[in-house]
């Protein structure tokens, strides 16, 4: 049996799980089909959440007890801006910019904030085959 197969799409969905916005332009680019692009740039960054989501949510957990031990947390301008997206858009935002930040840092924010909604996880994966199907076409139009 040829595993050749099987290591290229492994490679696709890590790409698409490190590099959300690049990998299907690069994997159009190097004539890969447009169905294949998707589903390898969608899969990569559905199993990515799947795999950060208890991650995230034990290493929040952890935080939390640690800064409880130390006391009060200094608010940064970076956390308040954060603060001001999850407050003014939701999870909804949070599942958007995801797909320009990045599967890692988009899942981060939604677990933390968001964790504990029994639909975080849905609506991030929606979201992710959104961005997929919408980078996948620009990048097929982008060759025309």
Do not use: C, H
Not at 29 to 51: D, H, K, M, Q, R
Not at 112 to 138: N, Q
Request: proline fraction near 3%; glycine fraction near 10%; aromatic fraction near 12%.
């Amino acid at each position: 049996m040829d595993a050749t197969p099987i290591l290229e799409a492994a490679g696709w969905m890590m790409l698409s799980f490190l590099k959300f916005v690049i990998m299907p332009s690069t994997a159009i680019a190097t004539g890969l089909e447009p169905w294949w692009v998707f589903a390898y740039s969608f899969g990569g960054a559905s199993v990515g959440l799947f795999i950060l989501r208890p991650v995230v949510l034990n290493l929040s957990a952890w935080r939390s007890r640690v800064a409880r031990k130390r006391g009060k947390r200094v608010m940064t301008s970076g956390r308040r801006r954060i603060v001001r997206i999850k407050e003014r858009f939701g999870l909804w935002g949070i599942a958007v910019i995801g797909g320009v930040v990045g599967v890692p840092v988009g899942a981060f924010l939604a677990f933390k904030y968001f964790g504990s909604r029994a639909e975080t996880l849905s609506v991030m994966v929606i979201a992710y085959a959104l961005w997929s199907a919408l980078l996948t076409t620009l990048s097929v139009l982008a060759l025309i």
